[in-house]
T-cell receptor, first 113, second 113 residues
Framework: DVKVTQSSRYLVKRTGEKVFLECVQDMDHENMFWYRQDPGLGLRLIYFSYDVKMKEKGDIPEGYSVSREKKERFSLILESASTNQTSMYLC????????????FGSGTQLSVL | RKEVEQDPGPFNVPEGATVAFNCTYSNSASQSFFWYRQDCRKEPKLLMSVYSSGNEDGRFTAQLNRASQYISLLIRDSKLSDSATYLCVVNYPLPGTASKLTFGTGTRLQVTL
C-alpha cells in the first residue's frame, strides 16, 4: 500500500514563526499536493507539484511556499505564520497527471497562536 | 457559484435504509469524477470513481449526469460503519495537459440503530 507520511500530527506555533510541514511518499509518485481543510470550506488546494523542482499554485497559495528537491518529499512552508493559517493540512500524492486517485497523509493540525 | 456543491447534511438514517447524495459541478469541461469518504479526524480515502454509464460497487452506486452537471451516490442497506462524510470530487482541466481535483465540502451521513 502507498504510504504518505506527514512529519507531525499536531503542531503549535506562534504568530510570525517560519513553519515547515514535511511530507514523504514511498511509491515513486510523480504528483504531490498540499491541501488545507477547514470546517464549512472543505479541502482547498494550496500548491501542487508534477515533478522534482517543479511547483504550481493552487487556489489559495498566498502566505505559503513549497519545495520539492526530491521526488518523494514535498514541503510546505509558512514564511510568517498567522492565526488565519490555523487549519488541518493534508498532503497527498498520485501516480500520474490524471489525478485518478489521491493518497493522503493523516494530516497535520496546525495551531498558530 | 462554487465549483463543486454538496448538501452538508447531516443525513440521519436508520440501519438498513437507502440514502442518496447529490453533487453539482460548474465546469462542463470536467472529465473525471469521484466520491471520497472521510471518517472523523481521518484523511479522505477514495470510495469510488464515477463513470458515464454509472457504476456499482456492492451496496454503493454512483451515477453521472453530464447534461445537468451532477453526480450522485446511492447507498443501499446502510450500515453503522457507513457513518462518515462523503466528499464529491471533480477533476478540472488546466491549460496544457495539467488538471486538478476540486473537492466539495462534503455531506455528513449518520447511520443509527
Amino acid at each position: 500500500d502507498v504510504k504518505v507520511t506527514q512529519s507531525s500530527r499536531y503542531l503549535v506555533k506562534r504568530t510570525g514563526e517560519k513553519v515547515f510541514l514535511e511530507c514523504v511518499q514511498d511509491m515513486d509518485h510523480e504528483n504531490m499536493f498540499w491541501y488545507r481543510q477547514d470546517p464549512g470550506l472543505g479541502l482547498r488546494l494550496i500548491y501542487f507539484s508534477y515533478d522534482v523542482k517543479m511547483k504550481e499554485k493552487g487556489d489559495i497559495p498566498e502566505g505559503y511556499s513549497v519545495s520539492r528537491e526530491k521526488k518523494e518529499r514535498f514541503s510546505l512552508i509558512l514564511e510568517s505564520a498567522s492565526t488565519n493559517q490555523t487549519s488541518m493540512y493534508l498532503c497527498a500524492s498520485s501516480l500520474w497527471g490524471g489525478n485518478e486517485k489521491l493518497f493522503f497523509g493523516s494530516g497535520t493540525q496546525l495551531s498558530v497562536l | 457559484r462554487k465549483e463543486v456543491e454538496q448538501d452538508p447534511g447531516p443525513f440521519n438514517v436508520p440501519e438498513g435504509a437507502t440514502v442518496a447524495f447529490n453533487c453539482t459541478y460548474s465546469n462542463s469541461a470536467s472529465q473525471s469524477f469521484f466520491w471520497y469518504r472521510q471518517d472523523c479526524r481521518k484523511e479522505p480515502k477514495l470510495l469510488m470513481s464515477v463513470y458515464s454509464s454509472g457504476n456499482e460497487d456492492g451496496r454503493f452506486t454512483a451515477q453521472l449526469n453530464r447534461a445537468s452537471q451532477y453526480i450522485s451516490l446511492l447507498i443501499r442497506d446502510s450500515k453503522l460503519s457507513d457513518s462518515a462524510t462523503y466528499l464529491c470530487v471533480v477533476n478540472y482541466p488546466l491549460p496544457g495537459t495539467a488538471s486538478k481535483l476540486t473537492f466539495g465540502t462534503g455531506t455528513r451521513l449518520q447511520v443509527t440503530l
